[in-house]
Structure formats: C-alpha cells, structure tokens
C-alpha cells in the first residue's frame, strides 16, 4: 500500500515538473515576430490566421495556463513567417489547447 502510494506521488511530482518546462521551441524565423493587441496592428497589413494548438493535459494532469499560453504564441509567431507576417494577434480564447491568431505584416 505504502509502495503504491509513492508511486503516485512520484507521477504526480514528475507531471508538475514536466509542466514547468516548454516543449515549444521559437524558430529563428519566429524570433522576429511580434505578438500585439488588436489595438496596435491598426496600420499593419493582415496576411490571414493561423490556428495553433497544444496538449492541455500532461499524463491526465491539466497543464498550467500560463504555459499554455506561452506556448501558443510561440506556436503562432513561428507560424506568421510562413505567412511573410511578423506580427500575431490573438483573436480567440484559448479552447482545449487550441488558439487562432491573426497574422499581419507590419512595416515600420
């Protein structure tokens, strides 16, 4: 009993940490890309949207919002420069795992 009930907290303390680390990598192409409000794009050129998405669970564990979200723009911003965008904004919550982003071009 004793045994099983290590094992759990052990899964339970591996899944926490595991969420701690991003597992999305930017791209050199994504480190030029910018995320913004929708205020701030209003002179920017839109290039169209990109739906990204990520694991909302790690071993039955529900992930942390937060890195979530990081690694959804992360997703998004890296998936701009295939649009010859360099600018993304959200423009849906986030739903499962699962974000779209509009891409624009933004001159300065």
Do not use: W
């Amino acid at each position: 009993m004793l045994k099983k009930f290590y094992f759990i907290l052990f899964s339970v303390l591996v899944a926490f940490g595991l969420n701690a680390c991003a597992t999305v990598k930017l791209t050199h192409g994504g480190e030029k890309a910018r995320v913004l409000s929708a205020g701030e794009v209003a002179n920017c050129q839109k290039r169209g949207a990109t739906t990204v998405k990520v694991k909302p669970t790690l071993m039955t564990v529900p992930r942390q919002p937060t890195v979530i979200a990081k690694e959804l723009q992360i997703l998004a911003r890296n998936s701009s420069v295939n649009m010859g965008g360099d600018t993304v904004t959200a423009i849906s919550k986030i739903d499962n795992g699962q974000q779209t982003f509009a891409v624009y071009r933004c001159i300065p």
